[in-house]
């Protein structure tokens, strides 16, 4: 089972400002990663496939890039909206499918 | 547009059974792997069962494995996971998902609002 783990597991960050989340896999993923974003209460919502492909309607802002065991979501210019709980997940050894633990985005 | 509506979460006592179902509408069902994700109280995502087009290929994460049965009814466009035997370690919000990709398993996307199933006595 490949392992993934999410570092920070807290960001704080000012609006206006960039967050970087990392995310690292026990071994090569290849560019096999998604990247999702959770509101509270809410269910997750796909941004990012292929590493750094930007699903229908994320904005620019959000952007992926790594390959291998090293990923990288980068938020250029954090909104209020953009506050949440952050998502990597596997998709190249299968099964199982597996996430990371989560970064939270919070307001600094 | 795509959308996926679970039902059939609820309180369940431990040792006991429950089915939800997930409705699916907006898309062809019959090209797309479809999945059940989980998510405990405060914790985060954890995979639980996927099964293909028509049937007949299922992967379960392992604490599911002889307590969970997916299955799907293409007629229907509906997604189901039989539970049985649930401990209090099973209490999630259940979301059902797509896979992102048509074919293939990858991502999932979209996803359901999620149904809340509570094991206690």
């Known amino acids: 089972e490949i392992v993934m783990t999410q570092s920070p597991a807290t960001l704080s960050v000012s609006p206006g400002e960039r967050a970087t989340l990392s995310c690292r896999a026990s071994q090569s993923v290849s560019s096999n990663l998604a990247w999702y974003q959770q509101k509270r209460g809410q269910a997750p919502r796909l941004l990012i496939y292929h590493a750094s492909i930007r699903a229908t309607g994320i904005p620019a802002r959000f952007s992926g890039s790594g390959s291998g065991t090293e990923f990288t979501l980068t938020i250029s210019i954090l909104q209020s909206e953009d506050f949440a709980v952050y998502y990597c997940q596997q998709y190249n050894n299968w099964p199982p499918w597996t996430f990371g633990q989560g970064t939270k985005v919070e307001i600094k | 547009e795509v959308q996926l509506v679970e039902s059939g979460g609820g309180l369940v006592q431990p040792g006991g059974s429950l089915r939800l179902s997930c409705a699916a509408s907006g898309f062809t069902f019959t090209t797309y792997y479809m999945s059940w994700v989980r998510q405990a109280p405060g914790k985060g995502l954890e995979w639980v069962a996927i099964?293909?087009?028509?049937?007949?290929?299922?992967y379960y994460v392992d604490s599911v494995k002889g307590r969970f049965t997916i299955s799907r009814d293409n007629a229907k466009n509906s997604l189901y996971l039989q539970m049985n035997s649930l401990t209090a370690e099973d209490t999630a919000v259940y979301y059902c998902?797509?896979?992102?990709?048509?074919?293939?398993?990858?991502?999932?996307?979209?996803w359901g609002q999620g149904t809340l199933v509570t094991v206690s006595a």
């Open positions: 099964i293909n087009q028509h049937g007949g290929e299922e």
């Open positions: 998902a797509r896979d992102g990709e048509s074919g293939s398993p990858s991502w999932f996307d979209p």
